[in-house]
């Protein structure tokens, strides 16, 4: 018995150091690519801001997609709510230190996450995807309507945030704003990592592949469904007050149906079910997008929709689920 035990110790040590280890890689791989995009865009780090708020965004929505199967449309709803909280605090309430700001973004992006669940979750396939484009038009409207506290179609402007940490200005080439998101960015991908490992992370997957097994299991497919609605909102509110934080307002294209089509795309394009597939899929779509519109402004859209038609007919499971499915491949032909 002693021996049993004893092998089973050092058996979960080996995998709570593979999982250490595959955490450490991730990271170096965030801080690696962090600081590569530093060195050669030194110029347009506005850009690499703006795609590490959106990479925040399409993480969130891998948490609700591509863990727990839950169709949605409209988690743009849960990134414009985070902006808007974050800008209101500073414009409306004087909470312009970057660290408030960026809780007041959490909040605000949780709530609209336990709003859009309460709604969303009461329905399944079809329906769920009507009520959540219906969501993203309500919250677009509502914002619209609430001029004098969101600025309406003209933006939200007149946030200036403080010095981030008392000493760090946030200045014209946005080097403060790039090394907070991708400080930002980092750590949530930690905890992201160590939340779809976790005992709650496997019943979400398992409520994915059968709920009705789990609901005769005892456990609650809505609550825990729930649960990953307020913590996808509270990621994708990161994401949104990041935003507010560096471009220092905030307009109702954050709250648009375009913004919510176009972070499923990239969650698509790189693999869903995969927070590595969610980070690959927001680079290549963003830089892809960037150099084609800015190489024919006229037909970029058709090159976009190229990519998109040859990766779902070629790549099924996703640019970074295709590279690692070969490399499994080479590695069981090399044994």
């Not at 709920?211 to 509270?234: C, E, F, N, T, V």
């Not at 995969?274 to 800015?294: K, N, P, R």
């Not at 037909?299 to 070629?314: D, I, K, R």
Request: some cysteine; hydrophobic content about 55%; proline content about 3%.
């Amino acid at each position: 018995m002693t021996m049993v035990t004893m092998n089973d110790a050092l058996e979960g040590s080996h995998r709570k150091g593979r999982k250490f280890g595959r955490d450490l890689a991730g990271l170096a791989v965030i801080l690696g690519l962090a600081v590569v995009g530093y060195l050669l865009f030194p110029n347009n780090l506005a850009l690499l801001t703006r795609m590490t708020a959106i990479a925040l965004l399409v993480l969130s929505l891998d948490l609700v997609t591509g863990y727990c199967g839950v169709a949605t449309l409209g988690h743009a709803a849960l990134f414009g709510s985070g902006a808007y909280a974050a800008g209101i605090a500073a414009v409306h309430f004087g909470l312009t230190d970057p660290l408030l700001m960026l809780g007041c973004g959490i909040l605000g992006g949780a709530l609209a996450g336990l709003v859009c669940g309460l709604v969303i979750l009461r329905a399944h396939g079809l329906p769920q995807l009507v009520l959540s484009i219906a969501l993203i038009h309500l919250f677009h409207e509502f914002a619209n309507k609430a001029s004098s506290w969101t600025g309406g179609s003209d933006g939200l402007a007149g946030i200036a945030p403080d010095p981030l940490l008392g000493y760090f200005e946030f200045d014209l080439w946005g080097r403060t704003a790039y090394v907070f998101g991708i400080v930002l960015l980092a750590g949530v991908f930690t905890l992201l990592r160590r939340i779809v490992r976790s005992p709650f992370g496997m019943l979400c997957r398992g409520i994915k592949e059968d709920p009705i097994r789990i609901r005769a299991m005892g456990a609650s497919p809505k609550l825990a469904l729930m649960k990953m609605y307020a913590i996808s909102g509270a990621v994708a509110g990161t994401g949104g007050a990041l935003n507010a934080i560096s471009t220092q307002v905030v307009g109702l294209d954050s709250l648009s149906f375009t913004l919510s089509a176009e972070s499923l795309v990239m969650l698509v394009l790189g693999g869903t079910g995969s927070l590595f597939g969610a980070l690959t899929g927001t680079i290549v779509f963003m830089f892809f997008e960037d150099i084609v519109s800015a190489a024919n402004p006229f037909h970029w859209l058709t090159m976009v929709g190229v990519l998109l038609v040859a990766v779902v007919l070629f790549a099924p499971k996703g640019l970074y689920g295709t590279v690692v499915g070969l490399a499994m491949r080479w590695r069981e032909a090399r044994r």
